[in-house]
């Protein structure tokens, strides 16, 4: 699963010598999303479970234990050209609890923080360097697909409908 942000959020890197041929990438930095956030997903490593272009809600500061769907930020400087900087995976083994995002290893340690994580589709599993994330948050919920003209707005990204306050005037409400 990729995600699709939009263009103007991101900082634009110049391509490393590695890749001098390549276009340059787009970072985003997930510090400065705000804390709930959705994405669209893009590939079918979720299938059949999230489908490509389902939209994805996500909460930076949800605590995620194994089983949850979560979105992984890689750092920037890891991110190979043509690959997505996050990407969605099942969390499988969290990270040891002293780990706070972004981490980094002690140099003098011996020892590396891992985060196991894995996808459906083709069944793998992933063991990831906690020093090489930037954040891990949590899904908290899939956007309904929302109908042309069935009275539901989803610019915000949640749907919320018209409703009638106890007045008579109207109010944007929330979908239970």
């Known amino acids: 699963m990729r995600v699709s942000i939009e263009r103007s959020s991101c900082t634009v890197i110049p391509p490393s ?11 985003l930095d997930p510090s400065e999303l705000p804390d709930r956030y ?7 490593c979720m299938e059949p479970e999230i489908q ?5 809600i996500f909460d930076k500061s949800a605590p995620y234990k194994p089983g949850d769907l979560d979105i992984l ?6 991110v190979k ?13 969290a990270p040891p609890s002293w780990v706070k995002f972004p981490y980094r290893e002690h140099p003098e340690s011996g020892m590396c923080a891992l985060l196991f994580a894995e996808q459906l589709n083709p069944p793998r599993n992933f063991a990831i360097p906690c020093e090489d994330l930037l954040a891990v948050h949590r899904c908290v919920g899939v956007m309904r697909e929302i109908a042309a003209g069935d009275g539901l707005d989803d610019t915000v990204g949640f749907a919320s ?12 409400g929330r979908d239970a």
């Open 161 to 172: 409908r018209r409703v009638k306050n106890r007045s008579g005037k109207h109010h944007r």
């Open 81 to 93: 050209p043509g690959q997505p900087q996050a990407m969605g995976k099942r969390l499988y083994m």
């Open 17 to 27: 010598k590695a890749a001098e041929a390549s276009q340059p990438r787009l970072v």
């Open 73 to 78: 930020w890689k750092r920037p400087e890891l």
């Open 38 to 44: 959705g994405v669209i997903v893009r590939g079918v």
């Open 52 to 56: 490509e272009g389902s939209r994805l």
